[in-house]
Nanobody, 116 residues
């Protein structure tokens, strides 16, 4: 059984930083890992992804501020969030695409609140 456990959310002032972590348990061949954000009253949206080969992709609004990375040995994906803005406030969900047949697996979400 595959489970994703997230951590690292919290309350931070504008301009601050947070690092989110997501660890996958269970045996699974992972193709893509990513982070999605869902602000109150809005749809869940892609923030960043990283492939098994290490290629990364970011939504324009976080380019230059957020960095996605992964530790393959630990089956963990990270999202380093710098220069945070109030509009970054959202519940952040970890997504792993893998297994056979391939499908999405989701974490439970971790809240990030950027406010003074």
């Amino acid at each position: 059984q595959v489970q994703l456990v997230e951590s690292g959310g919290g309350l931070v002032q504008p301009g601050g930083s947070l690092r989110l972590s997501c660890t996958t348990s269970g045996t699974i061949n992972i193709y893509i890992m990513g982070w999605f954000g869902q602000a109150p009253g809005k749809q869940r949206e892609l923030v960043a992804t990283i492939t098994s080969g290490g290629d990364t992709n970011y939504v324009d609004s976080v380019k230059g501020r957020f960095t996605i990375s992964r530790d393959i040995a630990k089956n963990t994906v990270y999202l380093q969030m710098n220069s945070l803005k109030p509009e970054d406030t959202a519940n952040y969900y970890c997504d792993v695409y893998g297994g056979w047949p391939p499908r999405d697996y989701w974490g439970q979400g971790t809240q990030v609140t950027v406010s003074s």
